[in-house]
């Protein structure tokens, strides 16, 4: 019996590369958005710097450091599991966890003030401003938005993860799904990184 | 069903990644906010690339992976620039 759980064919390899393929279809996907950044921002400047004012660094910049972290969290916790330390492996993902919901608390802040102010893709206030900034605050709720429905699906896989390794089914021996998720939640943080500074920093 | 090439990151490596990284944080934040005019978003987008470098070699492991992983990476980059100039091509001389 021991015999037949150790000859378990498994391909963590062939598991990780097919994430990365995944991954690969996501930078694009992203990417494309960029590219529409790319161009309006050369065709309206001006207007992407004013409009850039109305953003707010101090919660774009906490959201980048809360996410970094809750990155090197996962990554440790894959050490832990590696390690057979599954107990610190689950504490590390729970950390995990609640970076992503200080993450959406904040987000929460942010897009609620602006819809308060009337500030969201088809508002009355949004038809009276120039068309420059209209494509920055359409382009802004759209990335961040997508981003956020990136880092809600990353949230929810950690959790069925977190499950796993608290339930010893993800174990030094077996643990290509945390690799997985982490590589998803990374993803994540990518975008972020690139977002960051695109839209909050360029007043 | 540990294979002789796992390699498993100790947890020092992973603070150092951080702290380079919340460091190369704030000098984004600080680079954007001394006015270098054209070359801010240049710097701030340099910045960023390194952090992701840094992301994708230690956090997402690819240091530790098969050639085949870094190769793949490589000409995904590579597409996606040559798609951003061929873009810019496009658009600025029309």
Redesign the interface.
Known sequence: MIMSR?MEH?DD?GS??GM??FI?TE??LF?GLF?VY??MR?KYSFEFHQAALHLN?FIG?LN??VL??S??T???S??AV??GNNKLAVRFLLITLICAGIFLINKYFEWGHKIRIGLYPGSDLMLTLNHGSVMFFSLYFFMTGLHMLHLIIGAVLLTVVTIKVQRLSIN???YVLL?NG??YW?LV??IW??L???LY??? | ??SET?H????RT??V??IT??VL?SL??TV?WIDLSAF??LS??L??SF??GI??K????LKF??S??KI??IM?LSI?IL??IL??FD??FR
Do not use: C, N
């Not at chain 2, 498993?8 to 947890?11: C, G, L």
């Open positions: 150790d498994r390899i990780r590369l990365w393929v690969f930078l694009l990417g590219l790319a161009v050369s660094t910049a980048t450091v970094l972290i990155s090197a996962v990554a440790i894959i050490t590696q390690k030094r021996d077996s690799e982490g590589l990374h943080d990518l990184i690139f960051f500074p695109l920093l360029i007043t | 069903m540990l796992t498993v990151t100790p947890y992973y603070m990644v951080l990284l919340l944080t984004t934040i954007t801010t978003v701030a987008l910045i960023a952090k992701a992301v994708m230690y956090f997402m492991h992976e098969s085949l992983f793949l990476v995904v996606y798609v951003i873009l810019f658009y600025l």
